[in-house]
C-alpha cells in the first residue's frame, strides 16, 4: 500500500532531491519527479544525498506537468506553496493523496494554485523572515504530518 505520493515539479537542486527520496523509502511513499530536471537522474549529489535507499523508492517520473497532472487525475492533489492560504496542519489527508511541491527558486505556477485554491497549503512562517523553507525541509514536515493523520501506516 502506498501511504502518500510526494511530487517534486521541476525540482532543480539535487541533494533536495536525494533528501526527498531518503524520505520516500523511509516512508513507503511514491515520489514523483516532473521533468525538466535541474539535474541528471545520474548526479553523483543525488545519488550522495539518497545514499543507497535509491533500490527503495517508488519512482515515476514524469516528462511534463500536463502529463503528471493526466496521470494523478483520480487522485486528491495538495499543492504546497508560499502563496497559499491555508495550513498545511489543517488539511484533511487521506491514504494515495499527492502532496504537490514546485521548483526551489519559483515554487508552483500560479495558474496550478488558481485553478484548485482550496487545495493550496502552506507552511507557516515568521513574517519579514526568509522567503520559504528549504524543499527537503518542507516536503518532511508536510509529509510526516499527513502520515501522522493517516496514523503512520506500515511505519514501526
Same mark, same amino acid.
Given at each position: 500500500?502506498?501511504? +502518500?505520493?510526494?511530487? &517534486?515539479?521541476?525540482?532543480?537542486?539535487?541533494?533536495?532531491?536525494?533528501?526527498?527520496?531518503?524520505?520516500? #523509502?523511509?516512508?513507503?511513499?511514491?515520489? *514523483?519527479?516532473?521533468?525538466?530536471?535541474? @539535474?541528471?537522474?545520474? %548526479?553523483?549529489? $543525488?545519488?550522495?544525498?539518497?545514499?543507497?535507499?535509491? *533500490?527503495?523508492?517508488?519512482?515515476?517520473? *514524469?516528462?511534463? +506537468? %500536463?502529463? @503528471?497532472?493526466?496521470?494523478?487525475? #483520480?487522485?486528491?492533489?495538495?499543492?504546497?506553496?508560499?502563496? #497559499?492560504?491555508?495550513?498545511?496542519?489543517?488539511?484533511?489527508?487521506?491514504?494515495? %493523496?499527492?502532496?504537490? @511541491?514546485?521548483?526551489?527558486?519559483?515554487? $508552483?505556477?500560479?495558474? &496550478?494554485? %488558481? #485553478?484548485?485554491?482550496?487545495?493550496? &497549503?502552506?507552511?507557516?512562517?515568521?513574517?519579514?523572515?526568509?522567503?520559504?523553507?528549504?524543499?527537503?525541509?518542507?516536503?518532511?514536515?508536510?509529509?510526516?504530518?499527513? $502520515?501522522?493523520?493517516?496514523? @503512520?501506516?506500515?511505519?514501526?
Amino acid at each position: 500500500m502506498i501511504p +502518500l505520493h510526494i511530487a &517534486l515539479v521541476e525540482p532543480e537542486i539535487p541533494p533536495n532531491t536525494g533528501n526527498v527520496a531518503r524520505l520516500c #523509502a523511509a516512508t513507503g511513499c511514491r515520489l *514523483h519527479l516532473v521533468e525538466p530536471l535541474g @539535474f541528471s537522474i545520474d %548526479d553523483k549529489a $543525488l545519488k550522495r544525498a539518497g545514499l543507497d535507499y535509491w *533500490h527503495l523508492v517508488d519512482l515515476v517520473v *514524469h516528462p511534463s +506537468l %500536463d502529463a @503528471f497532472l493526466e496521470a494523478t487525475a #483520480a487522485q486528491r492533489r495538495w499543492y504546497l506553496s508560499t502563496r #497559499a492560504r491555508s495550513n498545511y496542519a489543517d488539511a484533511p489527508y487521506q491514504t494515495n %493523496d499527492v502532496l504537490v @511541491f514546485g521548483k526551489e527558486t519559483k515554487g $508552483l505556477p500560479q495558474s &496550478l494554485l %488558481d #485553478a484548485e485554491p482550496e487545495r493550496g &497549503l502552506r507552511v507557516p512562517i515568521r513574517p519579514g523572515s526568509v522567503r520559504s523553507i528549504n524543499l527537503s525541509t518542507t516536503v518532511g514536515i508536510v509529509a510526516y504530518a499527513a $502520515l501522522a493523520r493517516l496514523g @503512520f501506516p506500515d511505519l514501526g
